[in-house]
């Protein structure tokens, strides 16, 4: 039974400045006013609320002759419902609950009998969804995730009309209490996941996540100092949409323009749209070269400089390898300032103006470059295979991926730089096997390879055609395996 929590509007008006403090937030908006015949306080948040329809609201209830209640706390209630029918009205039995709503953007309310309500007037400022910028195609829907958690859960629902489609809204951190939503499809997604997620966010105590999507990441899935990625993120609404028909887990963070997908394995940031978007043969062709593209990344530089020392293992065919001049700066040396080089270059790409960055990259990666190889410092072939690295790197479609690749591809060359030959194999087989070993949600990272299954690895492998009958993932455990 619905309660008051206020003994009239002066009480409610003590405990607002109480807690907002009277004129020490100019965008804390509150107003003495009628809804016809009700004197009501009005809290709302400047900036976070439709003024067009707050006036209207002002303008249209004040108190007429013509309009009289009996001022019962019953028609308190039941006048809220009827004086608002196209807004979403909610009555609080908690000052805790209708502060946080009020805070999200919401029109906080107050009758004279101590009433509590709220009415859904949220307008967010915020851009128009648009394409983003890491996961361009070239045919397909140009409309991304922005930074409004309410227009991210419309795109997804304009592309999945079912009533199964369901968005749980939570609030997670003591003070930030950031709006977060759990995506599923009821049915398609294994309710122990789902289960998982839910108990994760409840055990969140922390002030805030004021990095949003990220340092939910950290928090659900303890990452540590785990390089790889244990979920996905896509800016993309028909990505997000793809996997939540294939029974994974959706979040979306207020703020954040990037949705996290869960369950995931590695291959999952080896995938990409523009496959989709494409004839079969033409996915499978691109996502072939992804594949060993991620691959070349890892090895291509420590292999090289394998071959360079230890010259008596080349075979005739690709005498071409290894420089005719070695130079005063060891090798070694060379690629770790070339290396170093280029990761300056990408942050100053980041930070440097749009204008300006295409003009910087070209006078550091073509002028700088060139008078280094010219004054001795570098030889050509560190210079080509430590871009070509890098180049391969670029294309991997999943930032984070690419950025734990870089590392992994360092730590290689420093095992194949102390122990030649065998710390190269070696490490390739300790990084093998430590890939092997993450299971983020109980889900083997290199699924379906370790542990195998084959048919799995062919879909993984090729890209099928879309009417080919395609079973849902089973790492997802989807109580429904088959999707047509």
Not at 36 to 50: A, E, R
Not at 86 to 98: G, L, N, P, Q, R
Not at 213 to 229: A, G, I, N, R, T
Not at 241 to 256: K, R
Request: hydrophobic residues 45%; contains cysteine; glycine residues 6%.
């Amino acid at each position: 039974m619905n309660q008051s929590l206020f003994n009239n509007i002066l009480d409610a008006e003590s405990f607002v400045y109480s807690k907002f403090g009277k004129g020490e937030s100019f965008d804390v908006g509150v107003k003495n006013a009628h809804i016809w015949s009700i004197p009501t306080l009005f809290v709302y948040m400047n900036g976070l609320i439709d003024s067009t329809t707050l006036t209207q609201i002002l303008t249209l209830t004040q108190s007429t002759q013509s309009q009289t209640k009996r001022k019962t706390e019953i028609d308190e209630i039941e006048a809220m419902n009827s004086y608002f029918p196209y807004h979403s009205v909610t009555v609080y039995d908690s000052k805790d609950a209708w502060l946080s709503a009020i805070l999200s953007g919401q029109l906080g309310i107050v009758t004279s009998g101590g009433f509590v309500f709220t009415i859904d007037v949220r307008s967010y400022p915020g851009r128009q969804p648009e394409e983003p910028d890491n996961e361009k195609v070239i045919r397909g829907s140009r409309d991304g995730f922005t930074e409004n958690i309410l227009q991210n859960t419309a795109l997804v629902r304009r592309r999945i009309r079912d009533v199964s489609l369901r968005f749980e809204l939570t609030q997670l951190s003591t003070r930030g209490k950031t709006d977060t939503v759990v995506a599923y499809i009821k049915g398609l997604a294994n309710e122990e996941h789902i289960e998982y997620i839910r108990t994760r966010m409840k055990k969140i105590h922390h002030d805030g996540l004021t990095m949003t999507d990220k340092s939910l990441e950290e928090w659900l899935f303890k990452q540590k100092f785990h390089p790889v990625p244990f979920v996905r993120y896509t800016e993309r609404a028909d990505t997000c949409a793809a996997h939540l028909l294939e029974g994974h887990i959706a979040i979306i963070v207020d703020t954040s323009p990037s949705v996290i997908l869960v369950p995931t394995t590695l291959f999952h940031h080896l995938q990409h749209a523009e496959e989709y978007r494409q004839a079969p043969l033409i996915g499978t062709s691109v996502r072939f070269l992804r594949l060993t593209g991620f691959f070349f990344s890892l090895v291509l530089l420590p292999f090289w400089y394998l071959l360079v020392k230890e010259t008596g293992h080349v075979p005739d065919f690709m005498s071409f390898i290894g420089p005719e001049k070695t130079g005063d700066v060891p090798i070694f040396l060379q690629i770790v300032i070339a290396d170093l080089g280029l990761e300056f270059l990408r942050l100053a790409a980041i930070h440097t103006p749009t204008p300006l960055s295409t003009a910087m990259g070209l006078v550091a990666a073509i002028i700088i470059g060139q008078i280094a190889i010219d004054v001795g410092l570098f030889i050509p072939e560190v210079v080509l295979y430590t871009a070509v690295s890098a180049i391969l790197t670029f294309a991997l479609p999943s930032y984070e991926l690419s950025v734990a690749a870089k590392i992994f591809r360092n730590l290689l060359l420093f095992a194949t730089v102390s122990f030649g030959t065998n710390g190269f194999f070696i490490g390739l087989l300790v990084l093998f096997m430590y890939l092997a070993s993450i299971k983020p949600m109980g889900v083997p990272y290199l699924w379906p390879l370790v542990p195998f299954f084959p048919k799995a690895l062919a879909r993984i492998l090729i890209r099928f055609p879309s009417s080919n009958g395609a079973l849902r993932p089973f790492i997802v455990h989807s109580p429904q395996r088959k999707r047509s």
